[in-house]
T-cell receptor, first 114, second 115 residues
Framework: DSGVTQTPKHLITATGQRVTLRCSPR?????VYWYQQSLDQGLQFLIQ???????AKGNILERFSAQQFPDLHSELNLSSLELGDSALYFC?????????????FGQGTRLTVV | AQSVTQLGSHVSVSEGALVLLRCNYS??????LFWYVQYPNQGLQLLLK??????LVKGINGFEAEFKKSETSFHLTKPSAHMSDAAEYFC?????????????FGQGTILTVHP
């Protein structure tokens, strides 16, 4: 158990809908990262927050947004969902936002868009 | 920009044999390198990391990796494979500029261990 909690574990929704994925980082970790894992794109970095502020952005679609709350949990919002958004979404956390800091991953949320 | 190339999307070994998973990186700044393992239906677990302290890095479960700057490589090895090592392995790089710890992953290598 990494200490990073993601909910829900599975999500099935229809095209055009909006969903929210939730992540609770390890106790004491200030940095939260979101990654998308799909068969065709592999593991792709989406966005990072550190202590409530956006730190870095990857190839995140405009239909996707995220935030980190004062209690440090984070939410990833996906809207106007398309079939191609079906993927495994991982949250990771680390104590710092420096490149040499290891990140701990949650078990992921498997999103299926039908 | 940083990138990672994992040579071989599938590697198959016999139980007790040497495991060698290849990773080459590209980075314009001194890199930090990581190996993660993903078991079916699970998240990624850190095996080991290179942060410039030592070129030979030992990790969990008997794995180790050697950083070779001249070859831009960070290959993962284990002297004797066990059935429980069957999983997907990812090499990742971080570092420089405004990376702030984000990881760039390779495409992954699926390790199969035969009895």
């Amino acid at each position: 158990d990494s200490g990073v909690t993601q909910t829900p574990k599975h999500l099935i929704t229809a095209t055009g809908q909006r969903v929210t994925l939730r992540c609770s980082p390890r106790s004491g970790d200030l940095s939260v990262y979101w990654y998308q894992q799909s068969l065709d794109q592999g593991l792709q970095f989406l966005i990072q927050y550190y202590n409530g502020e956006e730190r870095a952005k990857g190839n995140i679609l405009e239909r996707f947004s995220a935030q980190q709350f004062p209690d440090l949990h984070s939410e990833l919002n996906l809207s106007s969902l398309e079939l191609g958004d079906s993927a495994l979404y991982f949250c990771a956390s680390s104590i710092r936002d420096t490149p040499n800091t290891e990140a701990f991953f949650g078990q992921g949320t498997r999103l299926t868009v039908v | 920009a940083q990138s990672v190339t994992q040579l071989g999307s599938h590697v198959s070994v016999s139980e007790g044999a040497l495991v060698l998973l290849r990773c080459n990186y590209s980075s314009s700044v001194p890199p930090y390198l990581f190996w993660y393992v993903q078991y079916p239906n699970q998240g990624l677990q850190l095996l080991l990391k290179y942060t410039s302290a030592a070129t030979l890095v030992k990790g969990i479960n008997g794995f180790e990796a050697e950083f070779k700057k001249s070859e831009t490589s960070f290959h993962l090895t284990k002297p004797s494979a066990h059935m429980s090592d069957a999983a997907e392995y990812f090499c990742a790089v971080s570092g420089g500029g405004t990376s702030y710890g984000k990881l760039t992953f390779g495409q992954g290598t699926i390790l199969t261990v035969h009895p």
